[in-house]
């Protein structure tokens, strides 16, 4: 039989925690844990939009009302509660020079004003910070007012190196609410980035990621090109990202059917965005990290704007 080391009596609750934590079970060694790490370690934190059938904001909900699974498994949801904390969200903007989404983007920053900081990417070949991460209402409205007419870029940029930047980005900030919104009006994507990458980059970034795609002929037409199966695979790639990056990360892809939807569709964004509850939820140590996640309300009529990838922690 394996003999037992008898475990240091601590006194207070921390030191309850700090006992609990100390050793490893499977070896017998007495391996150090901070208090702060087996807590982290058991918990993680979503943002999630709850909405009724006219996608209106509820607004009334508690933990008792949201269930959530991992990998198929049960977690317990100890709180869920408005999200207050400011916001970092990265505006990325592929609009061909057309200043298609200045006057939205102004109006989704005015809904957000006092609530987050705000940084603006433009793709022009490149994307290019124009704007700083700042709350300074003064500073980012000079920035989108830089972004009226001005010269296209018919051949398309580089957006999923924008989404990237920004995630990594976010992730040295260590951002308590990371967002980022991109904003393109279609075109060819000649990034070299593959799709899956980026999606890791905005999954460890725990960044939503929010997309408003205006894509129509007039607004910019498919380049040509000398190595067209070049071109169709960055394609793919975007497209992914723009996809599934959105929905797993807990955000939405809204697909402009008509330029005079981008005010609606930008001021929902915001909205959406304001509205999100902060969840948090217990979850047992793993030695493999979960990937699926499936958030639900057990209220009639309402439904959920939720990550379906876990969090990383």
Known sequence: ????????????????????????????????????????????????TAIDGRNTPVADLTAADFAIKEDGDAR?????QAATGPMQIAFIVDDNGSGLFRYGLLKCAELLQGRAELALFVVTGQATKIVDFT?????????????GVRPATPEGGQVLEG???????????EARRPVIVVLTVGGEEHSTQ?????????????????VVSAVNPALRRPAAASRPADLLDSN?????????????????????????ALLTDLQEI????????????RRPQQKRPPQRLAVSVNRRGVSVIAPTRAPAR
């Open 1 to 48: 039989m394996k003999r037992m080391t008898p475990i240091p009596v601590v006194k207070g609750l921390l030191g309850v925690v700090v006992c609990a934590s100390w050793w490893a079970a499977d070896s017998g060694v007495a391996t150090p844990v901070s208090a702060s790490q087996a807590v982290a370690a058991s918990e993680a934190v979503i943002y999630v």
């Open 76 to 80: 317990e949801v100890i709180s869920a």
């Open 135 to 147: 709350a300074d209402a003064r500073v980012w409205a000079a920035g989108i007012g830089r972004l």
């Open 163 to 173: 989404v990237s930047e920004a995630a990594r980005e976010l992730r040295r900030r």
């Open 194 to 210: 593959q799709a899956r990458d980026v999606l890791d980059q905005l999954h460890a970034s725990r960044a939503i990621l929010s």
């Open 236 to 260: 793919f790639q975007l497209d992914q990202v723009l996809g599934d990056g959105s929905r797993e990360s807990g955000g939405r892809r809204r697909d402009a059917l008509a330029t005079q």
């Open 270 to 281: 915001a909205l959406d965005l304001i509205a999100r509850y902060e969840v948090t939820y």
